[in-house]
């Protein structure tokens, strides 16, 4: 008996067929009695069937499908796969963190304690990600699963924020670190420069993009992927050099001896719930990889085994840079610490001390890069969808990436340095990203519930996904506790989302709306040389 597969409620072709009804406005026009063609209502497998895969070669770097389709290249291999995800979840938590954490629970002991949990909750979250992954086998990640699960109007809702805040904001943000840091040492005894921090961290945007489109024209997620594969080995290597000196003088430290780890430890639910909170901000990115699955060679395998090799990487690697951090810095005097990082530096390396800043800084550069690599895949999933323009499902005819929504990515992040108090607006979504994690996860068990027979490569215990929903109500509990007034703002702008989504998907446009968005994809698609994904070959 064949396997059910899912039907989406937006296909490959709904960017094809986008530009198709935009032509048509000419023809409704002429025709005053008509109506203007519906929105298409398509209905493609969001899961390829076994004939289907069987017939592909995983390896093959063949990007143009037979009958001349044009798609996703699949190029991202198992490395790329377990770099892009340490590469993104290491940027400048790891360094700047650790303060927050010990700030709540008071005792070296209890703090690694804290950062083992946050690993393990982490890593919980992803398996479910790797078999939603291979379930549900379209690029967009949280985006395509609640598509998939609750439909067009809470898929919208999460596009519209991530889209107007969530991405661009929070790139923006690292990009500020990244320029903070790098300038640090030439401003050693005041700080750096307002104006030029924010130059800096333009510059840092406007040159990801530009690798990833312009300089490496052979193969743009080649390129990528091989930045992000430098800049997670040089993070792991500034770790490396904290983790080594830590051990060098482990058995001289008496408060992490087992009689004195936890002296002064605060057992508080409050405490524990906001240092659990702190160091789970440290673990972000580990579901980015979802966000660009039809890219990945043999995804089935290679996506759950990223997952699974590099989480335990990050959490190993977590909790050995705080117990080194203990091994020079007391508990007490890491509270009054802005930067850990930067004063473990200071201590070991003397004249060398602008080294650990400038590792920042590049592991704060990976970090957006990373980020902007997958944001440009969840804009084109949108567009695909049909519920952004067409002109961002368009996809490079020599390269096979979407580069219009790569770059409308990168100037939505540099568009938020005119705001003098960015960390106000990402501190009015705190609950955003556990709120679409947790549905997302909620959907896969409702799927396992009502279609019991589709096609899983990998099932998870249901222990697993249960516990990790529970984990996203109590942190989404925890954000309104601790920020109700930020938490109902940010509630108020996601339900500025309806109107939107009405006026901009629903809404039968007029002739001349359907004409400018004709002449805009048409423009974008001479500017960046690219083509509605799966173009049929004419005849």
Known sequence: ????????????????????????????EETPGDEAPKPPSPSTSMIPSPSTDAGKDAGSDAAAAPGGKIELRRSITLGNGIGMIIGTIIGSGIFITPT???????????????????GLISTMGALCYAELGTTITKSGGDYTYILEVYGELAAFLKLWVEMLIIRPSSQYVVSLVFATYLLKPLYPTCSVPNSAAKLIACMCLSELTMVVVVVVMGNIVKAATKVQDLFTASKLLALGVIITFGFIQIGDVPYLTPELAFEGSKMGVDNIVLALYSGLFAFGGWNYLNYVTEEMINPERNLPLSIIISMPIVTVVYV?????????ISPREMVETEAVAVSFGEYHLGVMAWIIPVFVGLSCFGAVNGSLFTSARLFYAGAREGQLPAALGLVHTDQF???????????????????????????????????????????????????????????????????FVLSCVFMIAVSFWAAPYECLIGCSIILTGIPAYQLG???????????????FTTFCQKIFMSVPEEKEALD
Request: glycine share 6%.
């Open 401 to 467: 990436t979407p580069v219009p929504s790569l770059v409308f990515s990168c100037l939505l992040s540099m568009m938020y340095a005119i705001s003098n108090d960015i960390f106000s607006v990402i501190n009015l979504f705190s609950f955003f990203t556990w709120l679409c994690v947790g549905m997302a996860i909620a959907g896969m068990i409702w799927l396992r519930i009502t279609k019991p027979n589709l096609r899983r490569p990998i099932k998870m215990f249901l222990v697993i996904p249960v516990t």
């Open 320 to 328: 050995l840079t705080n117990m080194a951090y203990f091994t020079t």
């Open 505 to 519: 998907y629903k809404w039968k446009k007029p002739h001349v709306v359907r004409k400018m968005l004709e002449i």
């Open 1 to 28: 008996m064949a396997e059910p597969e899912l039907k989406s409620r937006g296909s490959r072709e709904s960017v094809t067929k986008a530009l198709s009804e935009e032509k048509m406005g000419a023809a409704a």
């Open 100 to 118: 927050g954490v010990v700030k709540e629970v008071g005792s070296s002991g209890l703090s690694l304690i804290v950062w083992s949990v946050c």
